[in-house]
């Protein structure tokens, strides 16, 4: 997709062509196996941001007791995820059912969250030309959920609500 769209990036197809060289896409969860043992210096990207699911698992339980190893977390981690106990300076995360020392580097970066802050909200909602039934803030940390809560009740005068994990809402439909 970048190859073929650089200039949804801004940025010269030369650049991407260049990158793109070295880059391997891994297909197979054998191959990620094979990928996380491979001692050589590579760089690796994988979902689950959090690392509390998916491809991640396997780096983590491969690479985590390597001092030489160096996760990188991008963005907002959620309370109770193994990327916020890692951001937070934690010893040690536990992975299917074992614990795993923390001897690899843990750095976060809070700059590249794709989740919006309360004022990105507040626009992208002034869009909205019919008020809704009620809203549901269902991400974030308690406190700035509250927040939203109060702001948009202020703001908007709609009924808003913070439901907690696995409560059942009735919708009026």
């Not at 190859?3 to 060289?21: C, N, R, S, T």
């Not at 580097?105 to 700059?111: A, G, K, P, Q, R």
């Not at 909205?128 to 109060?150: C, M, N, T, W, Y």
Request: aromatic fraction near 8%; charged fraction near 25%; hydrophobic fraction near 40%.
């Amino acid at each position: 997709m970048f190859l073929k769209y650089p200039d949804w990036l801004g940025m010269d197809a030369g650049i991407f062509q260049e990158v793109f060289k070295n880059t391997r896409i891994v297909h197979s969860v054998e191959e990620t196996r094979i990928l996380a043992r491979n001692k050589q210096p590579h760089i690796v990207i994988a979902g689950s941001g959090m690392m509390n699911g998916g491809r991640i698992l396997e780096y983590l339980e491969l690479q985590l007791g390597n001092p030489q190893a160096t996760f990188i977390l991008p963005g907002y981690q959620a309370e109770g995820t193994r990327g916020r106990t890692l951001a937070e300076g934690g010893k040690s995360i536990k992975l299917r059912g074992k614990f795993f020392f923390v001897k690899a580097n843990i750095e976060h970066i809070t700059t590249m969250s794709s989740h919006a802050d309360q004022s990105e909200i507040l626009d992208w909602l002034s869009h909205i030309d019919r008020a809704p039934q009620e809203v549901f803030i269902i991400h974030g940390e308690k406190s700035s959920s509250e927040g939203l809560k109060k702001k948009l009740e202020e703001v908007y005068q709609w009924k808003c609500a913070i439901p907690v994990l696995n409560e059942i809402v009735a919708l009026d439909l």
